[in-house]
């Protein structure tokens, strides 16, 4: 169990709080106009975020009161009927190949905190060859300047990080990961803001403060662009690691006694405080000073980790103690991804030990090994767009599905009410009534004209390849690349099928009768988990 | 920056950090009460 209530929530903040709150938070506000953006921010984390947040807090505290930490045993929980436990097989693949390809990603902060302490990249002055040096990094660059093995190395080290803390369990891994990442990361991040907000003006006279400017300037007109409000219903619900399947896991952990209303506030209001405060203040005012705005525009534009791998070593190389910044920027991305990543391996973990007895160690380094062999293909293919293909569907327009499966079995299904009084069981606070009707009504259809939008916009052209997930034509070389990533998703999707099946019947679960209920979590349950 | 980005950004950090502190406040203040009962 958790050991500590304060752990406990820097845990849960510190899944929410990824590299999403300082790569993608910053790229999404320049790219849709900045002040109308932050006005849809907020209404989206108002009406989605916040309440997205204490239903999954409650679809996990519902499933652990019947020993239950993976989501087809919390949707079967929810709903006595057969088909509940399959739709749970969304909360199995998505975290599965989420951590794949995000332990890739995370593996690059780990590598560049190594080249900044080195100076690895120094010299490199422009854009260009930086982007020359990240392409040779990842491999996809014809001229090398990194060894072949580097990014496998990486990886591999990344990979092998994240399992060693999840084998130790939850207060003995992720808790304490959590309790010493998370205010390395405030530290990290906080000092950097300080660093870039009093930048001396750039060589075109421009200041961090007109980079701040441009994100806050209110800009009703821009408010009439639906592109501009779904970016932002996006952005909420990728920072907050709604639909995954983690934060339930976590929240399964705890007890009816146990609060989850406030808390589950707190950890919102705690991802928000990083992504709006600090995220906001580090990469884009630092971008317009010394390229001003339209530079950064252009930065943010043209990739989506350009201005964290691309432009940032570019700036810190032109400042005093430079190394040092570059060690702080991408290890406080690696601590913000890695607090994320552990969280990802939970509910897997909770599925083959609880369904199937294995024992945590011997669990955690199984799901290491495929991890690995799944992560090659993203190291060797990336340039083919393999990664994109898994980004998208299952990182991006899974997560909506997710989420609206989630919101129907837990408050459409379970009931509204019962969904209200579960979520205020043990509760430090009262939630205002209002968001029982937002929870109720507001928040399914945000969900929902979200699913239909990006599907009829975003996914059925990429379906059909007319454009790639990751942008622009799909080249026809990269087309069977892109066919064996769809063809591996679809395969764990069947697999993950079959050993559910597997599980119920071997534990002789009856899909009408339920689970059975215990006020405290079972001995069986803690042994999985302490 | 106008007067209008400065209030929007004050508004901003204001709203986000006010909800941490209370809500930190107010975990911490229930959780003395349950180290008192």
């Known amino acids: 169990m958790w050991a500590t209530r304060i752990g406990l929530i820097l845990a849960m903040a510190g899944n929410a709080v990824g590299l999403g709150n300082f790569l993608r938070f910053p790229r999404q506000a320049v790219l849709n106009d900045g002040g109308s953006f932050m006005v849809a921010y907020f209404v989206a984390l108002l009406l989605l975020g916040i309440p997205l947040m204490w239903i999954e807090w409650g679809v996990g505290r519902h499933g652990g009161a019947f020993g239950k930490g993976h989501i087809p045993g919390m949707f079967a929980s929810l709903w006595k009927h057969p088909a509940a436990k399959y739709l749970g097989v969304i909360g199995l693949v998505i975290p599965l190949a989420v951590l794949t390809y995000y332990t890739y990603i995370e593996s690059w902060t780990l590598a560049y905190t190594f080249f900044s302490i080195t100076h690895g990249y120094w010299g490199l002055e422009t854009q260009e060859a930086m982007l020359g040096y990240l392409q040779s990094f990842q491999g996809v660059s014809p001229t090398a300047v990194h060894a072949v093995w580097v990014p496998f190395a990486f990886f591999a080290g990344t990979l092998a990080l994240n399992i060693f803390v999840v084998s130790k369990g939850i207060s003995g891994g992720i808790e304490r990961l959590a309790k010493i990442g998370m205010p390395v990361l405030f530290v990290f991040a906080a000092v950097l803001a300080v660093v870039v907000l009093t930048l001396p003006p750039g060589p075109d006279g421009h200041t961090a403060g007109d980079g701040l400017a441009f994100i806050y300037t209110p800009n009703m007109a821009g408010l009439s662009d639906a592109s501009v409000w779904l970016a932002a219903a996006g952005q909420i619900f990728f920072t907050l690691s709604v639909g995954m399947g983690t934060l339930q896991a976590y929240a399964s952990y705890l007890s009816k006694k146990d609060d989850i209303a406030l808390s589950g506030l707190a950890t919102a209001s705690t991802n928000e405080a990083v992504e709006v405060v600090l995220g906001g203040s580090i990469a884009i005012p630092a971008a317009v000073v010394f390229f001003g705005v339209s530079g950064a525009v252009a930065v943010a534009g043209s990739g989506s980790f350009n201005l964290g791998f691309v432009t940032m070593p570019v700036i810190f190389q032109q400042l005093p103690m430079g190394g040092l910044l570059g060690f702080m920027w991408f290890g406080l991305l690696f601590f913000a991804g890695i607090t994320s990543s552990v969280a990802m391996a939970t509910p897997i973990l909770a599925f083959f030990r609880e369904e199937f007895g294995i024992g945590r160690e011997r669990v955690a380094w199984g799901l290491g090994a495929v991890v690995f062999v799944l992560g090659l293909f993203h190291v060797a293919w990336l340039e083919h767009g393999f990664l994109d293909e898994w980004d998208y569907w299952a990182g991006t327009f899974g997560l909506v599905v997710f989420a609206v499966v989630e919101v129907i079995l837990f408050i459409w299904i379970y009931g509204r009410q019962n969904a209200w009084h579960s979520i205020h069981e043990g509760a430090d606070i009262r939630i205002p009534t209002a968001f029982k009707w937002i929870m109720g009504f507001v928040t399914p259809a945000y969900l929902l004209c979200i699913l239909g939008w990006w599907g009829a916009t975003d996914a059925l052209p990429i379906l059909m390849m007319e454009v790639a997930a990751g942008g622009g034509d799909v080249r026809p070389e990269a087309v069977p690349y892109i066919v064996a990533s769809r063809a591996l998703l679809v395969a764990m999707t069947l697999g993950f099928l079959w050993l559910i099946r597997l599980a119920w019947k071997r534990n002789h679960y009856d899909d009408r009768a339920g689970f059975v209920e215990h006020e405290e979590p079972t001995e069986a349950f803690i042994e999985v988990v302490v | ?37």
């Open chain 2, 1 to 37: 920056m106008t007067t209008a980005a400065a209030l929007f950004m004050a508004a901003s950090w204001t709203f986000v950090l006010g909800l941490v502190v209370w809500c930190f406040r107010r975990v911490l203040k229930s959780e003395s009460a349950r180290v008192k009962h």
